[in-house]
């Protein structure tokens, strides 16, 4: 990597105002995608800001009707919360499932939906549970999030203090892992929400989106038979090295039945 | 002195095509079997 300002803060605010003064500044959660970006030299910020010392950004809360975990929450803190196991067990799964023990000990929920990898998990369960992303300045409702391959609706200098999920009457995740990085080739998070059952898509196309087609299918019911006839648009999904567009559609219908099924047992 | 260890592992990858073969009831199928490649011999058997 090429040399850069390393910048331990304390707060949020000294974050936001550091990123501010910074000629071309990036914030550090766990450096999964970010240090090795900058290893490959695809990056050169020209300030790491370190978020690591900042305690309101950790933690986990939860109550009868919402889970909010802190941006800087590992993968491997949200896995092993008894509570949120009890609240939400398909988000506490979807977290032990990212990548492997060494990147669950450091990744962040942060940095994943901030980055918004096309093949990160935390992005279709953020879609599919209705959660909001509250940052240093506002509010983001899940739908609006995100906007394009690893594009969010987050300003330059904009960091991401918490996410807060709903807590669903029921919900699963299902993933078709590269069988290396564990990266979603393709994974479909299903929830009943209060606001009806809501699919989110990830992995498929260039940006996680909201299932709309399966759930135009299902009409509000957890029965996978409904979603046999649906015919999803290849022409809008990736294809690389791991799987074409054809079997991407495929998977996405596969995925989304099994995890319907999830919650109907 | 010639090594021979890896003689045993001879056997494996044709077992395992054979069985995709015969489960599919196609007559070949080339390596490597990835779920897509696997997915996609199966297509054109229904077809």
Redesign the interface.
Known sequence: MYEFNYQRVDSVSAAVAALKKADDGKILAGGQTMLPTMKHRLASPSDVIDLSGIAELRGIQVNADTVTIGAMTTHGEVAAAADVRKAIPALASLAGNIGDPAVRNRGTIGGSIANNDPAADYPAAVIALGATVKTDRREIAGDEFFTGMFETALEEDEIIVSVSFPVPRVAAYMKFENPASRYAIVGVFVADTSAGVRVGVTGATPCAHRGLRLEEALAGKLDSAALDSVALPVDKMNSDIHASAEYRAHLVKVMAKRAVDACAA | MKGCGEAGAIGAPPAVINAIVNALDIKHLDMPAT??NV??AAQAVQA
């Open positions: 779920p897509e997915w996609r």
